[in-house]
């Protein structure tokens, strides 16, 4: 049985406001001190997204903030090989150093807690593959119903955001049920929250949407009202680069 969450409309429109210097000043201390500074940014702040400002953004990082993604982003690769078995970081480097927008993209994903990481390759493009990959489902990104359509259904007590908005609008995509379980084959992850995935069109045009968890090491795949928002419930993006 699924049990309704506490809703919590409007906890995350503050980042709007202090957005701005909040993540230069994470991004100014990065490369020195990582970790103390991730447990800044998300003691100071209720990390969410604009969606307004994001879509006025040129989508490019300033030299600086490049520089301390990418240190970040190869500190997580080589702690975690097991993700990318053959793949190697120059490599990846090289192809984010080409593709600005996509690292602003990646950036993104860091600053909302998603924790992204190379999980593969296609084999078909050749493109390296990203998920968030952090632990729980990403903390910038909870209390969100499915998508504009239900966002806009909601006569009252509406979210500040949706998940396939807020993806939209970062350049990534909601990871499939397929993706999400390829990601439960590389650690355990949402074992205390849960994930919007991408709901197939079947389900969604009679209301529904699909979400993921771990629970009793096994993965779930549930249906709920495309409406609805839960405090535990966020989603996982993907990204192709």
């Not at 957005?19 to 991730?38: D, K, V």
């Not at 807690?113 to 903390?139: M, W």
């Not at 949706?162 to 084959?185: D, V």
């Not at 590389?186 to 993921?212: E, H, M, N, Y």
Request: glycine share 8%; charged share 25%; hydrophobic share 35%.
């Amino acid at each position: 049985m699924i049990k309704k969450g506490n809703h919590a409309p409007g906890e995350m429109s503050r980042l709007s406001q202090r957005c701005g210097c909040c993540i230069e000043e994470y991004f100014a201390h990065a490369a020195s001190n990582r970790q103390q500074l991730t447990d800044y940014h998300f003691k100071h702040t209720k990390p969410t997204l604009n969606i307004s400002k994001m879509k006025n953004h040129k989508n490019k990082l300033n030299p600086s903030q490049a520089e301390a993604l990418l240190s970040i982003l190869q500190s997580r690769f080589e702690k975690n090989s097991n993700r990318h078995k053959g793949v190697e970081w120059n490599k990846v480097q090289l192809r984010l150093e080409a593709h600005p927008g996509k690292l602003w993209s990646l950036h993104e994903m860091e600053i909302t807690g998603g924790e992204p990481d190379v999980v593969g390759v296609d084999k078909k493009t050749n493109e390296y593959v990203f998920y968030d990959c952090s632990a729980e489902t990403p903390k910038g990104r909870r209390s969100i119903c499915y998508d504009h359509e239900a966002l806009n259904a909601r006569k009252e007590h509406k979210p500040e955001n949706s998940a396939m908005g807020m993806a939209a609008a970062m350049g990534i995509e909601l990871l499939t049920e397929a993706q999400y379980r390829e990601l439960q084959q590389l650690g355990a992850f949402d074992v205390k929250t849960s994930s919007w995935i991408f709901t197939p069109a079947a389900i969604r045009k009679l209301g529904g949407a699909l979400f993921c968890d771990r629970r009793y090491n096994h993965v779930f795949v549930y249906h709920n009202g495309a409406e609805s928002y839960y405090a535990a419930r966020g989603f996982r993006g993907s990204l192709k680069v």
